[in-house]
């Protein structure tokens, strides 16, 4: 009899203990370019004239997963810091408060990179196989997430994730059927298939450039040419 009551604790104490990780919505948020750049430029080729273009993309998809998922759908939401912070001098407006508040207001946790390194290691550090869905909001080319584009470098990039740093994601943070999607430019030509081989989930990415122009208006971001996985 006591043998059989030890193993009920035993059967009890890991089912306790085997309580599967919630399921997380990961929002990745790259920064804005500077002005005082952009103006230097044909104006066929100016980014960003709205400082918040992938702020409030990321707004409305966040408004999209809990309309799907339910009211209390775990967010967590990973902004590029410096790109906020320069622009913010730049404007005069106190940018990363306003990102903050945001957070708050939709009660999303609010995870701040500035760095390739600092990214990898925070999406490294999700729980195992908690991943549900994966959005990416910024400048992009075919080959790489641009987290910073034309703010400390006119028409270039300073901190990046390329395809070629995929394999040093953990492939186990995402759920079996994560869904995940970037909404820059060019991702699914060449980005997402090595998203897949890398992390054993697809990516859907645009063939194409991304319009962020819509997003004032609380639609998503279009794509000139067809979305992909």
Known sequence: MIGIFRTLMLAGLFAICAIPAAADHVIVTGGPALRNWENLRVPRDQHDRWWANF???????????????????????????????TRGREDGKPYVQWITSLAADRRATLIWFNST??????????????????????????????????????AASTAWLHERDLPRIKSSVFKRDAYCKSWGCHTGESMSAVWKRATGVPMEGAKGATNYVVVGQGKMPAVSGSWTR
């Open 55 to 85: 702020i409030r993309a990321s707004t409305l998809r966040m408004a999209e997963i809990r309309k799907a998922y339910g009211a209390d759908a775990p967010l967590v939401w990973m902004v590029f810091r410096p790109g906020y912070e």
């Open 117 to 154: 390194g600092s990214f990898m290691q925070a999406l490294n550090s999700r729980p195992r196989n908690s991943i549900l869905t994966f959005d990416f909001f910024g400048h992009s080319n075919k080959y790489a997430f641009m987290f910073d584009y034309g703010n400390e470098i006119m």
